[in-house]
């Protein structure tokens, strides 16, 4: 027997989930506040995005429906919150850093397990399209800084003032106290991350930010680190994360959350244990902050859990595109 079918056949004992995941065509089951979507066919094509992002999903939506592949609609759909300058936390528009200066991060990763990446990027306003052109046109996976923005203009992209007079006077509200406090619950979003099933089954992810408001200068959350804001193995499924990336980072969240899933967890569980692996821990100062995470499966299961409410997601499945509320840790 091959290693991975013998761990996968190992973990569905050991959980329990057996023989009721063949034999139920569809169901919702409840088992200490996890939510287990058991699905008997595959469900193709999918789109589910961090936060309040209809127009970004069905931009993706859009791109499957006219054959795209997942690669192409999750970009395509980071480009919408890229180019929406009222967001002020993905691409132009995006609160700069303590400086005055928008720098953005951004990752793509397809079904055969590339990965490409930018961080601190100045003037481009679709990184998101920049990072996949690092994947496919060099022999990197991550470019950082005035490389990373030559290379966009070498490969066509334009330079662009990506600080907006609404971010700049937020900017100088800000250094009137210059607190560095991040904010708990942004109730629209922050970074993007989305995940999407082609209908070939193959499954793609992409991550957009321009990270934490006034960060120090050169800052890298965990938004394009691959297996911490995003992870994709076309083989079991993808995570996405949002929220504080130096803890997202420290457990390697979307890495963690792939591997659950192997092993025999629902994307619901898997995101659970996720944001368990941080709030647990002996040090952890949780309820300053917020984690969310998002993922799905080979068979187009999903899941969505957060730290603190008023996280959400939009999942577009079956024709329809709808914005859901994640459940959460810190119930009080």
């Given at each position: ?17 057996v ?15 996890s939510t287990?979507l ?13 936060w309040n992002t209809p127009l970004?999903?069905?931009a993706a ?10 690669l192409d ?5 980071c480009?919408v919150?890229?180019a929406n300058?009222?967001?002020q ?6 609160l700069?850093d303590r400086?005055g200066n928008?720098t ?6 397809d079904?055969?397990?590339n990965?490409?990446?930018v961080v601190?990027v100045?003037n481009?306003m679709h ?8 994947m496919e046109?060099?022999?990197?996976v991550?470019l ?9 203009v070498s490969q ?15 900017w100088?509200?800000?250094k ?5 406090k991040?904010i708990i619950n942004i109730e ?6 989305m995940?999407a ?5 193959n499954?793609?992810?992409a991550c957009t ?5 006034y ?15 995003l992870?994709i193995?076309n083989?079991?499924?993808g995570?996405?994360a949002t ?5 997202v980072?420290?457990?390697v969240?979307?890495f963690?959350?792939?591997?659950l899933m192997r092993q025999g ?10 944001i368990?692996?941080?709030v647990?821990k002996?040090d952890?100062n949780?309820k300053n902050?917020q984690?969310?995470?998002i993922a799905?499966?080979k068979?187009g299961e999903?899941?969505?859990?957060s ?7 939009n999942l577009?499945k079956?024709?329809?595109?709808k ?8 119930k009080?």
């Amino acid at each position: 027997m091959k290693r991975r079918k013998f761990i996968q056949k190992a973990s569905l004992s050991t959980i329990g989930v057996v023989a009721a995941v063949n034999a139920v065509g569809c169901e919702t089951k409840k088992e200490e506040n996890s939510t287990a979507l058991v699905l008997k066919d595959p469900v193709r094509p999918l789109v589910i995005a961090t936060w309040n992002t209809p127009l970004a999903v069905n931009a993706a939506a859009e791109a499957l429906a006219k054959g795209g592949s997942a690669l192409d609609a999750v970009e395509y759909g980071c480009r919408v919150e890229e180019a929406n300058e009222k967001g002020q936390s993905v691409g132009k528009g995006g609160l700069p850093d303590r400086d005055g200066n928008v720098t953005l991060d951004a990752c793509i990763m397809d079904s055969k397990g590339n990965y490409g990446a930018v961080v601190c990027v100045e003037n481009i306003m679709h990184v998101i399209s920049v990072a996949r052109k690092v994947m496919e046109e060099t022999p990197h996976v991550l470019l950082a800084g005035k490389g990373a923005e030559q290379f966009a203009v070498s490969q066509g992209f334009e330079r662009e003032n990506l600080l907006t007079e609404a971010s700049k006077k937020a900017w100088e509200k800000w250094k009137v106290k210059s607190e560095y406090k991040p904010i708990i619950n942004i109730e629209n979003h922050d970074t993007i991350g989305m995940l999407a099933i082609d209908k070939d089954g193959n499954i793609s992810g992409a991550c957009t930010t321009s990270g934490l408001a006034y960060k120090l200068a050169g800052r890298v959350g965990d938004s394009a680190i691959i297996g911490s804001g995003l992870f994709i193995d076309n083989e079991v499924g993808g995570a996405t994360a949002t929220g504080l990336g130096e803890e997202v980072l420290k457990t390697v969240g979307s890495f963690l959350i792939v591997e659950l899933m192997r092993q025999g967890r629902t994307p619901q569980q898997a995101c659970e244990e996720a944001i368990g692996r941080i709030v647990n821990k002996p040090d952890s100062n949780f309820k300053n902050f917020q984690v969310g995470y998002i993922a799905v499966n080979k068979q187009g299961e999903y899941g969505a859990y957060s730290i603190h409410e008023h996280f959400s997601y939009n999942l577009y499945k079956d024709g329809e595109n709808k914005n859901h509320k994640s459940d959460f840790y810190n119930k009080k």
